[in-house]
Structures are given as C-alpha cells and as structure tokens.
C-alpha cells in the first residue's frame, strides 16, 4: 500500500500563503470525494482540518482551504501564521479492499 | 464531547501479541467508524485498520494477516490486536473516530508501544 506523495517541507512567511500538494491515483484522490487533511502539532494527535476534499469542520479558520484536481488534492493555508507550524497529513478513501490511505507528511515552517 | 482513551501495556516482547483497548466516552459507540492509527518515532500516519460499530471490519493490507479490530458496544470500547509484532511495530499507536471512514473527528492522545525483550 503506498501512500500518497507530499512534499517533505513547504515554508512561507507570516501574512503569506502557502499550498501543499497531495498526489495519488484514480484508485484513491483521483476517484473519490473522500479526501481529508491533518494538522499535527509536535507530541500532540492529528487534527482534522480539511475533510470531503474542501469542507471545514467548525471552528476551523477559514484560512485553510483544500481542493482537488485529477489524482491531486491540495490545502492551501493563507495569512500564514506561528500557529500553523506544524506537519500535515492528506487521507484519502481507497476502495473496498484498501479503504484508507495517508500521504508520507509535510513539514510547514513558518520562517 | 466525545474523548477517546488508549490503554494497554507499554512494551510487548517480539513474536507476542501487542493489545490496546480504546475507551469512548461522552458518546454512544454507535454510528460511528473506529479506527487505529499508528505512528513510528519520527515518521509519519499509517492507517491500520476500522470497525463499524455494527461490526463490519477492513484492515490494511500489509496488516491484514496479523490484525483484529473487535468491538465491546456495551463497554463503550474497542480494541486492536496485533499478532507476531517486531521491532517496525514499535510506534505510538492512535485510536480514534468519525461518522466518515476518512473524516476522524475524535482522536486519542496516543501511547507509545515499543516492541523489544
């Protein structure tokens, strides 16, 4: 089972906007609406920040936002802030016999 | 709100098999999809498998043979078993839940399994 592919590390400064990409197959992304994001802090669980591709549980700012295009789904992140520094996971729906997926992680600094 | 707890012992010797149960409160176990997470010391997630609350199950597949998800909807509780574990399988291991398979609203805060003699 591979996971899907995420840059290592993406940067920006605060007050930018940054976009991570999230690249799979028409087997997972690229076949379902099922595509969620995690924020994880160091020592802490993930969080759901993206889910169904580009809808924001509550509370959520609307600073992130997520979308998808062919096998490759992306968040987006804007008015970077310090709190944002953090890893993020994309997750997709895989079909019946794999079910779910995660992508290898993107390490976010904000400079 | 719904809070999920991990327990189970901390260090399991290689070849046995490694046992957590994870503990729902604030909420009915029902209409919700269970699912174990696990993470290698500075690595990233990977899914290791659900159960519905009724009792339909998926693992992954490079688990599959060594995996069991059961569920104890009167204790509000479900569990992983994982069989034969070695060394890889040492990882913090998550449990956590939402009414999507991909979507995990509630997540437990995660305890450390390492696998050594």
């Known amino acids: 089972q591979s996971a899907l592919t995420q840059p290592r590390s993406v940067s920006g400064s605060p007050g930018q906007s940054v976009t991570i990409s999230c690249t799979g197959s028409s087997s997972d992304v690229g076949g379902y609406k099922y595509v969620s994001w995690y924020q994880q802090h160091p020592g802490k669980a993930p969080q759901v920040m993206i889910y169904d591709v580009s809808k924001r549980p509550s509370g959520v700012p609307d600073r992130f936002s997520g979308s998808k295009s062919g096998n490759t789904a992306s968040l987006s992140i804007s008015g970077l802030q310090a709190e944002d520094e953090a890893d993020y996971y994309c997750?997709?729906?895989?079909?019946?016999?794999?079910?779910?997926?995660f992508g290898g992680g993107t390490k976010l600094t904000v400079l | 709100q719904v809070q999920l707890q991990e327990s189970g012992p901390r260090l399991v010797k290689p070849s046995e098999t490694l046992s957590l149960t994870c503990s729902v409160s604030g909420g009915s176990i029902t209409n919700y999809y269970w699912t174990w997470i696990r993470q290698p010391p500075g690595k990233g997630l990977e899914w290791i498998g659900y159960i519905y609350y009724s009792g339909s199950t998926n693992y992954n597949p490079s688990l599959k043979s060594r995996v069991t998800i059961p569920v104890d909807t009167s204790k509000n509780q479900f569990s992983l078993k994982l069989s034969s574990v070695t060394a890889a399988d040492t990882a913090v291991y998550y449990c956590?839940?939402?009414?999507?398979?991909?979507?995990?609203?509630?997540w437990g805060q995660g305890t450390l399994v390492t696998v050594s003699s």
């Open positions: 956590a839940g939402g009414q999507q398979l991909v979507t995990l609203d509630y």
């Open positions: 997750c997709s729906h895989a079909g019946s016999y794999t079910s779910v997926v």
